[in-house]
């Protein structure tokens, strides 16, 4: 048993937990038994997702597990291979986009929780080629939002289930230097197709708490890094271009600001906030800390110096190389996750140092997982992006 001031998770046997609660001075301690979920993951075999499928079979072993995930480029079945032979998960590949589909598994798996990670989830893909984002995170969301509702009404509207909708700060738009970091009331103001659709998914959430009363909850998170990251992105596609010997391309000045949190951070809020959140809210996840995007770089060329054996190129910022920048492209992201703190007791846990000496052990780790994604498509992504 430990106890962290806020929260003590007794373990009595494994269908069933105790959870002590401190929320605040002005509030007595609860006790709650937990029952076990039964929870739909779609885009399991993401990056996020994939992470949030291991927290959660790791925390909740007796609890069933049901992946959705249509594989696209970014989807992969090796970010779940660790997880083979566990018995309470099923992968099932789809799309979410596929009614009938998805109808039948809320109802043969009999399930209580939807976590939607599923997306088109790069702002650069979105400028090449924006349909397929309006396709999955506008109507694939409306998809499982009808559905569930349709299947949550049959089952007699309980209130214990949950639709978990993982979003993110872009919807926000960008900010100057001295603005005040993004609330859960900041006026949305997407810039890029990927933020207008997730932006259009999360008003179509919202919608259905207010209208159906469907018990819905969002999460709007702040730039992820870690295991399993696919490397169109930042951090990865530095990592692995530093391994290669391949220019490092920072986009325009490499001033824009992001707020980084390791995405093991990312998972623990989503299970505080599907466990404790209220229904129809949005909890901001930050990770308190806003970087430059060259700093980032700087502080990756000297971790990888000193952590990767026999780099083709040394030191690793000779490789830095700044490039076009991407059109529209926002200036600073920066989340304000009090209300998670105060209300939920959320904190992050991992400082920036320790989440990219840790990203950077696993890629050095895992050789063979980024290099089979290296692929012809990869390749020529990047011509188109950086050519
Ligand atoms: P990702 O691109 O790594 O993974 C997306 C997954 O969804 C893939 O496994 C893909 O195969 C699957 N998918 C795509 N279209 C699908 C469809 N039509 N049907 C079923 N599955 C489909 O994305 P990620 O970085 O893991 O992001 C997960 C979620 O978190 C997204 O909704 C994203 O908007 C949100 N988010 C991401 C970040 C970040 O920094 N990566 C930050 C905040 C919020
Ligand atoms: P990214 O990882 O694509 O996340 P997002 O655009 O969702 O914030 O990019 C993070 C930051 O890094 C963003 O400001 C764009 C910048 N960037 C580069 O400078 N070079 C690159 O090659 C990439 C992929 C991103």
Same mark, same amino acid.
């Given at each position: 048993?430990?106890?962290?001031?806020?929260?003590?998770?007794?373990?009595?046997?494994?269908?069933?937990?105790?959870?002590?609660?401190?929320?605040?001075? +002005?509030?007595?301690?609860?006790?709650?038994?937990?029952?076990?979920?039964?929870?739909?993951?779609?885009?399991?075999?993401?990056?996020?997702?994939?992470?949030?499928?291991?927290?959660?079979?790791?925390? %909740?072993?007796?609890?069933?597990?049901?992946?959705?995930? +249509?594989?696209?480029?970014?989807?992969?079945?090796?970010?779940?291979?660790?997880?083979?032979?566990?018995?309470?998960?099923?992968?099932?590949?789809?799309?979410?986009?596929?009614?009938?589909?998805?109808?039948?598994?809320?109802?043969?798996?009999?399930?209580?929780?939807?976590?939607?990670?599923?997306? *088109?989830?790069?702002?650069?893909?979105?400028?090449?080629?924006?349909?397929?984002?309006?396709?999955?995170?506008?109507?694939?969301?409306?998809?499982?939002?009808?559905?569930?509702?349709? @299947?949550?009404?049959?089952?007699?509207?309980?209130?214990? %289930?949950?639709?978990?909708?993982?979003?993110?700060?872009?919807?926000?738009?960008?900010?100057?230097? *001295?603005?005040?970091?993004?609330?859960?009331?900041?006026?949305?103001?997407?810039?890029?197709?990927?933020?207008?659709?997730?932006?259009?998914?999360?008003?179509?959430?919202?919608?259905?708490?207010?209208?159906?009363?469907?018990?819905?909850?969002?999460?709007?998170?702040?730039?992820?890094?870690?295991?399993?990251?696919?490397?169109?992105?930042?951090?990865?596609?530095?990592?692995?271009?530093?391994?290669?010997?391949?220019?490092?391309?920072?986009?325009?000045?490499?001033?824009?600001?992001?707020?980084?949190?390791?995405? #093991?951070?990312?998972?623990?809020?989503?299970?505080?906030?599907?466990?404790?959140?209220?229904?129809?809210?949005?909890?901001?996840?930050?990770?308190?800390?806003?970087?430059?995007?060259?700093?980032?770089?700087?502080?990756?060329?000297?971790?990888?110096? *000193?952590?990767?054996?026999?780099?083709?190129?040394?030191?690793? #910022?000779?490789?830095?190389?700044?490039?076009?920048?991407?059109?529209?492209?926002?200036?600073?992201?920066?989340?304000?996750?009090?209300?998670?703190?105060?209300?939920?007791?959320?904190?992050?846990?991992?400082?920036?140092? #320790?989440?990219?000496?840790?990203?950077?052990?696993? @890629?050095?780790?895992?050789?063979?997982?980024?290099?089979?994604?290296?692929?012809?498509?990869?390749?020529? @992504?990047?011509?188109?992006? @950086?050519?």
């Amino acid at each position: 048993m430990f106890w962290n001031g806020k929260t003590t998770e007794v373990s009595i046997n494994p269908d069933a937990k105790l959870f002590l609660m401190h929320m605040s001075d +002005a509030q007595q301690p609860s006790i709650q038994l937990r029952q076990p979920r039964r929870i739909l993951v779609t885009g399991g075999a993401g990056f996020i997702g994939s992470n949030f499928v291991h927290h959660w079979c790791r925390t %909740y072993p007796r609890d069933r597990v049901v992946v959705l995930d +249509a594989l696209t480029y970014a989807g992969n079945r090796q970010n779940l291979s660790d997880l083979e032979g566990v018995a309470n998960l099923r992968f099932v590949q789809g799309d979410i986009c596929d009614r009938e589909l998805v109808d039948r598994l809320l109802r043969e798996e009999a399930l209580d929780t939807i976590a939607h990670f599923a997306a *088109e989830s790069h702002v650069d893909r979105s400028i090449l080629g924006p349909g397929a984002f309006i396709q999955t995170n506008v109507v694939g969301t409306f998809t499982l939002l009808e559905s569930f509702r349709q @299947y949550w009404v049959a089952e007699g509207s309980p209130d214990s %289930y949950r639709f978990l909708h993982v979003s993110t700060d872009e919807v926000f738009g960008s900010l100057a230097a *001295e603005d005040p970091a993004f609330t859960e009331t900041t006026p949305y103001a997407p810039n890029s197709p990927y933020s207008a659709s997730k932006a259009g998914s999360d008003h179509l959430v919202r919608a259905y708490f207010h209208t159906y009363g469907m018990p819905t909850l969002i999460t709007n998170c702040s730039n992820n890094y870690g295991p399993y990251h696919y490397p169109e992105k930042l951090i990865p596609l530095m990592i692995i271009n530093i391994l290669l010997g391949k220019p490092l391309p920072v986009y325009g000045d490499g001033q824009n600001i992001r707020d980084w949190l390791f995405v #093991e951070d990312h998972c623990s809020a989503l299970d505080v906030v599907i466990h404790r959140g209220q229904p129809g809210e949005t909890y901001n996840v930050g990770g308190n800390n806003e970087v430059k995007n060259i700093d980032l770089v700087y502080r990756l060329c000297q971790l990888m110096d *000193e952590l990767a054996p026999d780099l083709p190129v040394q030191p690793a #910022e000779n490789l830095i190389t700044f490039v076009k920048d991407r059109p529209g492209h926002d200036r600073r992201y920066a989340i304000d996750s009090t209300r998670l703190k105060n209300e939920l007791g959320w904190v992050p846990k991992t400082s920036l140092d #320790e989440g990219l000496r840790k990203t950077i052990e696993w @890629y050095l780790a895992h050789p063979s997982w980024w290099r089979s994604l290296l692929s012809q498509e990869y390749q020529a @992504y990047y011509e188109k992006v @950086y050519a």
